[in-house]
């Protein structure tokens, strides 16, 4: 979510939020439709721009058509699905009905959003989607660049903060998913994500590609998978709102493989469910999803990990989240994780503080694999990035875009590569890096080879490699002390119920033999 202080979406959230309170809804059923109308504001702000410019290049006899609009990328709308249609509607009259209608016209005349669009308007009084069609028609015409992707993202992150843990499901903060982008840096192929949700790592890539002026339709395909109808239609939304075009597919990633994916992709980027149990594993054998074997505790990180891996192609890069718990994961973890280590595949490690997510308090870690040098690289970059943060209020942090830049710039000069300046990170460079070169700098990153690694138990969490930046005593933050003790206890956890697990196992081979 976008904290920049964008007063056109502050303004448009406040007055939708108020119309919410007053429509007696929960945010699950007022969310949806409220987007569905963000949609259409911006697909008849894209199709009046198109209108104009098709009549201005008229004077011969062929006529416009439909496919004028999709040439441009552009959704055509019949004129009564138009919002300056809908917006001229009597209070008097049926507006929910219209609205509906609307949706299904844009349906049959654009087949990639049939059945997406949300038609369940007539829940609500004429008056309420009277003042909803006003708040959006207050949007003025004339802004640049993406505004209305960003007043829909701005929607899902505030939705997501009030429908807490079902929110969670659908939207990954957005700092998170930039430095995911940033790091990998998806200029051109195939992306991946089997745990799509609204389609947030598609986005993001998209406006990295834009940055670097190219044009993302030209240059990426996306290949989605969710298991959630309601939240398949809301990444498709999405797409459509940033004028992209994608491959989601409803399916159960565990069990569903609707992209064949196993070696096929160029980048994968995903933000899946943590800790999930229950996994029937019966149902996984021999799948070739899973080359490091399939873990037998019953948690279903290393199962993702493993999805990730494998849908890599030979130069493949990947990117996602993980929890904490899964960097130190004893047992059959372990052991997979060795071997994805020994691969050479994993590239970087970052290590996130806590409040950056809205279902969570706790910290995670971002994963970066890399098939693309796997076979000569000799270590691991680890960056601790829990004390890098903006603080947006009392219960939520991110990053700033210098904050995101610098981070994934520690990644390009680990690689060799130039840093960037598009987001204004140069102060930070200079300050850690001033010869441009990537060095080991104490508490915030360090490279560490492969044998190092095994000494710590194939451990891939960055508090045990980076260290602690000196400080005066006075610096100390009990808060943040208190979370690092925190994070150590998540993993103690872990250990001590892979402990359980293997006592019990030994218990019921000692009672058979008994």
């Known amino acids: 979510m976008n904290h920049n202080g964008n007063p056109i979406e502050a303004r448009l959230w406040a007055a939708a939020d108020e119309l919410r309170a007053n429509s007696k809804l929960k945010s699950s059923e007022y969310s949806v439709p409220v987007l569905g109308l963000v949609f259409l504001r911006y697909a008849d702000y894209k199709f009046q721009a198109a209108l104009e410019e098709l009549a201005g290049g008229g004077g011969g006899r062929r006529r416009v058509g439909p496919a004028d609009y999709q040439a441009r990328s552009v959704l055509y709308l019949p004129e009564a699905a138009r919002f300056s249609s809908l917006i001229q509607l009597p209070e008097g009259g049926n507006i929910g009905a219209a609205i509906n209608d ?3 016209a844009i349906e049959s005349e654009n087949p990639d959003l049939k059945d997406v669009l949300p038609k369940t308007y007539n829940r609500f009084e004429n008056a309420l989607l009277k003042e909803l069609l006003k708040t959006l028609n ?14 829909y993202e701005y929607f899902l992150g505030h939705f997501a903060m009030s429908e807490g843990q079902k929110g969670g499901e659908f939207f990954t903060p957005t700092a998170i998913v930039q430095l995911i982008v940033g790091i990998i840096q998806p200029f051109h192929g195939r992306i991946y994500d089997p745990a799509c949700g609204s389609g947030g790592m598609f986005v993001q890539s998209a406006r990295f590609v834009e940055e670097h002026k190219k044009n993302p339709s030209a240059e990426l395909s996306v290949y989605g998978q969710e298991k959630v ?41 995903a933000n899946p469910p943590f800790n999930v149990d229950r996994v029937d594993k019966d149902r996984l054998k021999d ?88 076979d000569v690289r000799e270590g691991v970059l680890f960056i601790d990035a829990r004390h890098i943060y903006r603080q947006i209020d009392r219960a939520h942090r991110d990053w700033t875009p210098a904050q995101i830049e610098f981070l994934a710039n520690i990644a390009r000069l680990y690689r060799g590569e130039a840093p960037e300046n598009l987001h204004d990170s140069a102060e930070l460079m200079a300050e850690y890096f001033p010869d441009r070169q990537y060095a080991d700098v104490a508490g915030l990153c360090k490279v560490a080879g492969i044998a190092e690694i095994e000494v710590q138990g194939w451990s891939l969490n960055p508090g045990r490699y980076v260290g ?45 033999v008994v």
């Open 287 to 374: 799948d070739p999803r899973f080359p490091f074997g399939l873990p037998r505790t019953d948690n279903a990180n290393y199962l993702w990990v493993e999805l990730f891996y494998s849908a890599l192609n030979d130069t493949g890069r990947a990117g996602f989240v993980m929890a904490n718990s899964a960097s130190d994961a004893r047992g059959s973890e372990l052991e997979i994780r060795r071997q994805l280590i020994e691969s050479g595949a994993v590239e970087a490690m970052v290590a996130v503080g806590s409040n950056f997510f809205y279902t969570v308090t706790l910290p995670c870690t971002l994963w970066f694999l890399d098939n693309g040098s796997s």
């Open 102 to 104: 609307a949706m299904r």
């Open 138 to 151: 207050s949007v003025p015409m004339d802004i640049e660049g993406d505004a209305f992707g960003k007043i």
């Open 229 to 269: 109808a309601e939240t398949v239609r809301l990444g498709k939304m999405n797409l459509a709102v940033h004028g992209l075009s994608g491959d989601i597919r409803q399916g159960n990633s565990y069990y569903e493989d609707l992209h064949d994916s196993p070696g096929r992709f160029d980048f994968v980027m």
């Open 468 to 512: 602690v930046a000196a400080r005066a005593e006075e610096d100390f933050d009990f808060k943040e002390r208190l979370e690092e003790l925190n994070e150590e206890l998540e993993t103690l956890n872990g250990e001590a119920r892979e402990l359980e697990e293997r006592i019990a196992e030994n218990l019921a081979v000692l009672l058979e």
